[in-house]
C-alpha cells in the first residue's frame, strides 16, 4: 500500500506533462477558434494540476 502511495504523485505529474504536451500539439494544427480556446483552457488546466503537484 506505501509502494502505491508513493508512486501516485510520480504518476500525476506524468499525466499532466502528457496531456499538456498532447493539447499543445493539437493545438499547433487547429483552425477553429473555439477549438483552439478550448485546447488552451485544456493546457491551462493541466499546468495548474502540475504546479499544485509540487507544491
Known sequence: ??????????????????????????LQDCLDCRLQKKLQEKISYHEMKLNNLFY
Open 1 to 26: 500500500m506505501m509502494k502505491i502511495l508513493g508512486i501516485l504523485p510520480k504518476i500525476k505529474r506524468k499525466w499532466h506533462s502528457l496531456r499538456i504536451h498532447y493539447n499543445r500539439v493539437l
